[in-house]
């Protein structure tokens, strides 16, 4: 991994934490549902840790590179 794939990788697991922070926050006060903003930071975490973790990258194969 580089450095920069880890400082994506480290802004992901923040902001996992933030949200379960969040939504443990909202539940404390006594509120039948959660946190929305919770599910943000949770849905934006996983698009940082995907894009980190080079999940969506596309490596040909020999086939395609026509060898």
Do not use: C, D, W
Not at 8 to 16: H, P, Q, R, S, T
């Amino acid at each position: 991994m580089t450095t920069q794939q880890i400082i994506e990788a480290a802004a992901g697991v923040a902001l996992i934490v933030l949200g379960v922070l969040q939504y443990r926050k909202r539940s404390a006060e006594g509120e039948q549902y959660g946190s929305q903003s919770a599910v943000l930071l949770f849905a934006a975490a996983a698009l940082v840790l995907v894009h980190a973790l080079g999940l969506l990258n596309y490596h040909p194969s020999q086939a395609e590179l026509g060898r």
